[in-house]
């Protein structure tokens, strides 16, 4: 929750005060943390699931370029991490699957996962982020 809350309250709070302005907030969530990607890291994957950014080694393109590294599923889930981060800033959205945080007042946040690549959380920080965090952090 250390990186989690901060960066989730302050997307909120950007999110609420352009609301009435043309740009736009989007957020994500990586819950793919593949084995080779965690190793590749120097970590035991069994007792460290997905850590601080290794959302990079797929945007960067490691696993394209180190291929045999990685598994297929890390080489097919960096081209399309790249994708939408290219066309994120070609567009100012990376593809139609991924809404705005702040939708009909409820914060959605993508869930960036090569195994359900249109998945969507509703507010998946709510009970860890807006009681006691959002105090300490507001």
Not at 113 to 130: E, I
Request: with cysteine; aromatic share 18%; charged share 20%.
């Amino acid at each position: 929750m250390a990186l989690n809350c901060p960066t989730y309250l302050f997307g909120q709070q950007f999110a609420r005060n352009i609301a009435t302005h043309t740009q736009n907030v989007h957020f994500y969530e990586l819950t793919y943390g593949h084995r080779s990607t965690i190793e590749s890291f120097g970590y035991d994957p069994d007792s460290l699931a997905i850590n601080h950014g290794i959302d990079t080694t797929y945007v960067f393109g490691i696993p394209l370029d180190v291929p045999w590294s990685f598994s297929d599923s890390d080489y097919e889930f960096s081209r399309y991490a790249m994708r939408l981060w290219t066309d994120f800033a070609k567009y100012g959205k990376a593809d139609n699957n991924w809404p705005k945080l702040l939708t009909n007042n409820t914060f959605i946040i993508k869930d960036l996962n090569p195994l359900n690549t249109s998945r969507v959380l509703d507010n998946p920080f709510h009970s860890t982020c807006d009681g006691f965090w959002r105090d300490y952090y507001l």
